[in-house]
């Protein structure tokens, strides 16, 4: 049986993903303290007004706004009693928005927010168990993929990829963020990364987040030479800066992010997006530098 997302990235074709999901929020109002994803069911409309500004940007993949809807996270904002519903609603407003477009729908999990033992005291089976029930919902509320993202351990993306693919079928994407050079913050590099997964039931690896375009770049180069999987690409519009007037700002331009596309594209990426700081404005700019695949 055929997937029209996979087929989507056997054509060849340039896929656009979209930007950030919290920096954008908080520039739309989100409280200090306050989680995008609490907003989920206290603020719907806005979430649905993002993601269809990303529509009109040129996303062709929209993320739910979900990376911290694991039950284990959630329990450290008091909401895990509200996870279902989060994640089922979040996959909903996503779809919602991409209706009239096409776009694909991405159901996204980030880490627990706890460390997996021997470093934690979080076990293996228990963070499988809360990524495939999040997986689960996701699933339930229709997505068309999974995206494991902001990785650092091995260990727990591990997890995470046996639990979603516990619990469901669906395209999985695995993406790390390197925030220490080529390397993330627990010392995994791309190489590493790739070797661990490449036959882990994944089908695209990813590199997201990180700090700056020229590491995450190199990061970029260094997974497209371990890997033959496709290749998932969301960096950041930089590191975030308070400016003369105590609003946080991030400093990459439209413009330098487009710029750096052709590069994207020759080192493999095929789905490029945006991670944190990436405006409406900025993906608009990556969308129109999108060139046909090398």
Known sequence: MTNKFLDAIQSGKIIIADGATGSNLQQRGL????????????????????ARDFIAAGAE??????????????????????????????AKLARQAAESSGAFVAGSIGPTGQMLDPYGPLAAADAEAAF????????AGGVDLIVIET???????????????SACDLPLVCSFSYDRGTRTMMGVSPAKAALALNDSGVDLLGINCGRSLADNLAALRELQAA?????????NAGLPVTDDLGIVVYQTTPQQMAEAVP???????????????TSPEHLSAIAAARLPAI
């Open 263 to 277: 590069a994207w594209i020759a080192a493999g990426a095929r789905v490029i997006g945006g991670c944190c700081g």
């Open 227 to 235: 890997t033959s999987l496709p290749i998932w690409f969301k960096p």
């Open 31 to 50: 409280p200090d303290g306050k989680s995008g994803e609490a907003w989920v069911l206290e603020n719907p409309q806005a979430i649905l007004a993002l």
């Open 132 to 139: 495939a029930e999040q997986a689960r919902f996701l699933a």
């Open 151 to 165: 990785q650092f351990d091995l260990g727990e993306a591990a997890a995470a990829v046996r639990g979603v693919r």
């Open 61 to 90: 993949i929209l993320l739910t706004c979900t990376f911290g809807a694991s039950r284990l996270h959630l329990a450290n904002m008091g909401l895990d009693a509200e996870c279902e519903q989060i994640n089922l609603t979040a």
